[in-house]
Nanobody, 115 residues
Framework: QVQLVESGGGLVQPGGSLRLSCATS????????AAWYRQAPGKEREFVAM???????NYADFVKGRFTVSRDRSWNTVYLQMNNLKPEDTAVYYC?????????WGQGTQVTVSE
């Protein structure tokens, strides 16, 4: 069964940067479109950014100008470049994609922004 795996999370100081990756495991599958979500402790999961098959992008207002979603040439990996991170960006970040007609979520990767 194809799964999504996120990586690249960690601890970073305010103002720092991280790049998250999302790829399939179990089988290499193209990801034509994908979305990133996040969930902070005690809060609901919220939309962060997405890239469609035509490479158009959409961002939540709170990350515009700081985060960039992209995809590698092989369409196998989706990235979320996060710059100028703030403590309020601390959350578990999840990748979601449609694979073989099924909505698939990754297990999440923790991002902590703290001094």
């Amino acid at each position: 069964q194809v799964q999504l795996v996120e990586s690249g999370g960690g601890l970073v100081q305010p103002g720092g940067s991280l790049r998250l990756s999302c790829a399939t495991s179990g089988r290499t599958v193209s990801i034509p479109s994908a979305a990133w979500y996040r969930q902070a402790p005690g809060k609901e999961r919220e939309f962060v950014a997405m890239m469609s098959a035509d490479r158009s992008t959409n961002y939540a207002d709170f990350v515009k100008g700081r985060f960039t979603v992209s995809r590698d040439r092989s369409w196998n990996t989706v990235y979320l470049q996060m710059n100028n991170l703030k403590p309020e960006d601390t959350a578990v970040y999840y990748c979601k994609a449609g694979i073989f007609g099924r909505e698939v979520w990754g297990q999440g990767t923790q991002v902590t922004v703290s001094e």
